[in-house]
């Protein structure tokens, strides 16, 4: 009998052996889970438990293969928790290209440290976290890990492939709930991908299997705007010991304004009378909210605090007074509560910032953000105000904040509202040069730019820079321009009209090109800035310009008169769906010519199939932007 146990137990650890070894093979993989990945998930399980409105039990399971060195950041081997939440089991293996066990790891190997993100002041967030160097490729690492948390507010969404170059042989996720509170679910992306989602009477089962990898391809949306997955929120749940409910917009907004934005906005007598001083001789609102934000600018600084309920309630604004920090939410309330004061109604407003523009979905409640800002009414419109910068002009948030939907609170609920769009026509940069050319084919300078819109967000850190960082800043803008030297440098931002102007002079000894006696002088002194994309002959992702704009240059270029322009070129027109092009250049006087070019681009996004033109367009204007005209020896 012991030898037929002993024979068992040695067959069942065998198979379970060969089962595991054949499971992490890279020989059992197919060539296209290989292909366009730099790590492959073999096998993940995740389980949410929610079935009590104020617990959520977790537990993941996830086996990834990793191809190379650009997969190590795939592993995902950690796990956040804080005072609310409880690491209950943490635990990892690794295994050799053939499934073969070479590392093992408990809880007691994995890193503990504080998840600051660098400039919290406060945060009570942590993080444990496996500290693994391969010493050779491929290897799996299998993770699996369980917390429980007394928060239901932030159920996880669901990434069957988490990224570009990774791709996914299986991956399940199951929400288990109580049907009196059955979770709303959002699926976004699914479609062409082997993906199902099944619903019980207690429970959500999301499969996915064998996903490949997808390519990374220039001008595609933003990537979580392309990845398939499921989003899941409870009608009512727990944050951190506070109920909530929101089975929309409107209700939610409602709780955050009682639970979350209630009894934070007292502030001092002292202030008060300060506030009332500073907005006496104004009459209108905007005008009283453009003193108070002036006034926060220069009273309070951002550092983020990562504290409170869930890192959602704002400190209070006396306290933000007093010590004169604080968040985005903290400056946010303590706006509010100054503008509250002096009469001016304005809107708490929660979004997710950030030059890729992340929507809220308006028909999907949901506790999610990454920022908070104010809005204040003007009529039909609404004014955003970025309070946590000390720097931008009233009434502009930049791409930080523009063109998205985000949720409002007022006094009767949650809204979403969109936030400022930018044309291509209001993004304007302006350049008016006067260009001397000598017969050494050296040039000297003197360019005038003027940036609006958006162009403005791109040019309003330079009055902060030192002269030598700011050298650094234009010799990158002109990296075209070999040996330039910049003269001298006047900025100037006006903050009341939201314009940003630069004044250079500059001299480039050698800046035209020799051809026997003859120069090659580039009429595009200052915009050649157009970079073509590389081809993608089988291209997947939609078309996607992020940003319009337009560039206007106007150039007056003196000639030496020893020297003659050959001839000039043609002008040219171009314009189609992504936007236009045209320059001209024409002779003003004798020895004068003057330059003109004018570019915009206009944001969209477009079929997979309208890529190639796309490129040609800008290949195109690339070629024009390096036109060329021929000086030769005055002879007359």
């Given amino acids: 009998m012991r030898k037929i146990v002993a024979l068992s137990l040695f067959l069942a650890s065998f198979v379970t052996t060969f089962s595991q070894e054949a499971q992490f093979s890279i020989s059992e993989l197919s060539k296209e889970l290989t292909e366009n990945a730099n790590s492959i998930l ?92 391969p010493t050779v490729y491929p290897y799996t690492l299998v993770f699996k890990s369980e917390k429980e948390s007394n928060t239901t507010a932030f159920i996880p969404r669901w990434f069957p492939i988490g990224g570009y170059y990774t791709s996914t042989k299986n991956s399940e996720f199951v929400v288990k709930f109580n049907p009196n509170n059955k979770p709303r679910i959002l699926k976004q992306n699914l479609d062409g ?81 300060k506030a009332k001083q500073l907005v006496a001789n104004e009459t209108t609102n905007l005008g009283k909210a453009k003193k108070i934000y002036e006034y926060l600018q220069n009273k309070v600084r951002y550092i983020s605090v990562q504290i409170g309920i869930g890192g959602w309630k704002p400190m209070l604004a006396e306290d933000v007074d007093k010590l004169s920090y604080g968040d985005c939410k903290a400056l946010t309330n303590y706006t509010k509560a100054l503008l509250d004061v002096v009469g001016v109604p304005s809107y708490y407003t929660v979004l997710y910032a950030g030059e890729d523009e992340v929507d809220f979905n308006s028909e999907f409640s949901i506790l999610e953000g990454n920022h908070a800002i104010l809005g204040i009414p003007d009529g039909d419109d609404i004014v955003w105000l970025e309070c946590t ?126 051809i026997g006696n003859d120069l090659l002088f580039s009429l595009n002194v200052f915009t050649q800035s157009v970079n073509v994309p590389p081809r993608f002959p089988n291209r997947k992702q939609k078309l996607h310009i992020a940003e319009g704009f337009t560039e206007s240059d106007t150039v007056t270029i003196t000639i030496d008169e020893s020297l003659a322009v050959d001839s000039l070129p043609e002008a040219v027109s171009i314009e189609n769906k992504f936007g236009s092009y045209a320059f001209s250049v024409s002779e003003i006087s004798n ?21 190639k033109q796309y490129r040609s367009f800008l290949r195109r204007i690339s070629k024009m932007d390096q036109a060329k005209i021929l000086l030769t020896q005055n002879t007359k």
């Fill in 193 to 273: 991908y082997n993906i199902s989602v099944t619903e019980t009477p207690n429970s959500f089962v999301c499969t996915a299997n064998n996903i490949t990898g997808i390519r990374y391809e220039d001008y595609s949306p933003y990537y979580k705007n392309i990845l398939p997955h499921v989003k899941f929120s409870l009608n009512n749940f727990y944050l951190k010991g506070v109920p909530g409910s929101g089975k929309n917009w409107k209700e939610f907004g409602s709780w955050m304004d009682k639970k979350l934005l209630a009894k934070v906005s007292n502030l001092p007598p002292a202030t008060i009378a």
């Fill in 591 to 611: 020895n004068t010519l003057q330059y003109t070019r004018t570019y915009t681009l206009k944001k969209g996004t477009f079929p997979a199939t309208d890529y």
């Fill in 42 to 133: 073999l096998d993940e399980k995740i389980e949410i438990d929610v079935t009590e409105n104020d617990r959520m039990r977790y537990s993941n399971y996830r086996a990834v293969m990793v191809l190379n060195k650009k997969g190590n950041n795939n592993t995902d081997a950690y796990v956040h928790y804080d005072d609310d939440t409880r690491v209950k089991d943490l635990e990892a293996w690794v295994y050799d290209a053939m499934g073969n066990e070479i590392a093992h790891f408990k809880e007691r190997d994995f890193k503990d440290i504080s998840a600051s993100d660098g400039f919290s002041i406060y945060n009570d967030d942590r993080v444990k976290h496996l500290d693994y160097t």
């Fill in 389 to 514: 910068s000390q720097d931008v002009p009233f009434g502009y948030g930049g791409n930080h904040i523009d063109n998205r939907d985000v949720l409002i609170v007022t006094p009767e609920g949650g809204k979403i509202v969109r936030t400022k769009s930018y044309t291509y026509k209001e993004n304007l940069e302006k350049n008016v040069a006067e260009v001397s050319v000598h017969v050494t084919g050296s040039v000297e300078a003197h360019v005038t730019t003027v940036s609006k819109g958006l162009q403005y967000d791109d040019k309003i850190y330079l009055e902060k820079l030192d002269t030598d960082d700011l050298e650094k800043r234009y010799k990158q803008k002109w990296g075209h321009i070999n040996g330039f030297v910049i003269e001298s440098v006047q900025l100037n931002n006006n903050k009341d009209d939201i314009v940003f102007s630069e004044k250079l002079s500059i001299t480039i000894p050698n800046y035209c090109s020799s």
